[in-house]
Each structure stands twice: as structure tokens, then as C-alpha cells.
């Protein structure tokens, strides 16, 4: 049994900045790859950014340059760095974590970006 735990969201304001955390924790052996995905109102579920086991990322064209995802090995966790936030980016954002050939989802947080 697997449980992805995300860090709070919250409202900021546009041009700002925001982290995101996502910790897996349970039977782990080893995770191949986490990444994040969001969700805004009245759209698909969308990827945001992937970073596999050896540090290969990549990122949706809409946040190349503005967020930077990284992995923490040792313990088993995901970050989302957010910068130049914009209202676009308003969402719930969703931790994935894969490993033994099965997909793990968090529950979603709430980024709001005001204009």
C-alpha cells in the first residue's frame, strides 16, 4: 500500500511564487517516475511536469521556463517550484508516483492565482 501526501496550496498573487511538496509513503521498493498533473475548472486533467528516477524531466510547453520539478531519492518525495505564477495557472494539482507497474495518485491541492 502506497499514499501520496500533498503539501497545502493557497492563493497567491500573480507574478508570485509557490512550492509544492508530495510525499509516497508505504511499501516502497524503488519509484520510477513522479510528475505532477492539474485540473482547472471545466478542462481535462492535464501533465505539468515528470521527472523520472534518474532526473530526466520534462515539462508542458505552458510552464517551461516558469516551474522547475525535482525529486528528493532518500525520501521519496516530488516538489513543484512555481514561479511567475499567472492566473492561467489556477488549478488543482494532482502527485502521481510510478512504480511496479502501477499508477498512485495524491488527492489534489488547490493553486488559486490572482490577477
Known amino acids: 500500500q502506497v499514499q501520496l501526501v500533498e503539501s497545502v496550496g493557497g492563493l497567491v498573487q500573480a507574478g508570485r511564487s509557490l512550492r509544492l511538496s508530495c510525499a509516497a509513503s508505504g511499501s516502497i521498493f524503488s519509484i520510477n517516475t513522479m510528475g505532477w498533473y492539474r485540473q482547472a475548472p471545466g478542462k481535462q486533467r492535464e501533465l505539468v511536469a515528470v521527472?523520472?528516477?534518474?532526473?530526466?524531466?520534462n515539462y508542458a510547453d505552458s510552464v517551461k521556463g516558469r516551474f522547475t520539478i525535482a525529486r528528493d531519492n532518500a525520501k521519496n518525495t516530488v516538489y513543484l517550484q512555481m514561479n511567475s505564477l499567472k492566473p492561467e495557472d489556477t488549478a488543482v494539482y494532482y502527485c502521481?508516483?510510478?512504480?511496479?507497474?502501477?499508477?498512485?495518485w495524491g488527492q489534489g491541492t488547490q493553486v488559486t492565482v490572482s490577477s
Open positions: 502521481n508516483a510510478y512504480m511496479e507497474n502501477y499508477n498512485y
Open positions: 521527472i523520472s528516477s534518474d532526473s530526466r524531466k
